[in-house]
């Protein structure tokens, strides 16, 4: 069964920055793809991120373009999200999901496509 925890949540100030480890079990990095989701009370999920080992692919959404950044610890079986210069609109619960990766397709930020999902941490920017 794939288990995916999140952490590193907490509140920081306009420009800040955090680092959220999620950590897999019952799966290899090397097969699946990993994506960060967040979503801000009375809004939808909506993808943020995502990364698949097996090919490099890497996809941002365009407003956390060169401020986000995703990485993978094949060896720690961690996938990270740096996220730098915080704004206030980033405040969400941010929650990373898995699936199979499909050989030939890039990781995407459709929500639908992501069968395990974590419990979330709280991400607050707030002065």
């Known amino acids: 069964q794939a288990q995916l925890v999140e952490s590193g949540g907490g509140l920081v100030q306009p420009g800040g920055s955090l680092k959220l480890p999620c950590a897999v079990s019952?799966?290899?990095?090397?097969?699946?793809?990993i994506g960060w989701f967040r979503q801000a009370p009375g809004k939808g999920r909506e993808g943020v991120s995502c990364?698949?080992?097996?090919?490099?692919?890497?996809d941002y959404k365009n407003s956390v373009k060169g401020r986000f950044t995703i990485s993978a610890d094949t060896a720690k079986n961690t996938v990270y999200l740096q996220m730098n210069n915080l704004k206030p609109e980033d405040t969400a619960v941010y929650s990373c999901?898995?699936?199979?990766?499909?050989?030939?397709?890039?990781?995407?930020?459709?929500?639908?496509?992501?069968?395990?999902w974590g419990q979330g941490t709280q991400v607050t920017v707030s002065s």
């Open positions: 999901a898995t699936h199979v990766g499909i050989s030939g397709e890039q990781c995407g930020l459709g929500p639908y496509d992501y069968d395990y």
């Open positions: 019952g799966f290899t990095l090397d097969y699946y793809v």
């Open positions: 990364i698949k080992n097996s090919d490099g692919s890497i």
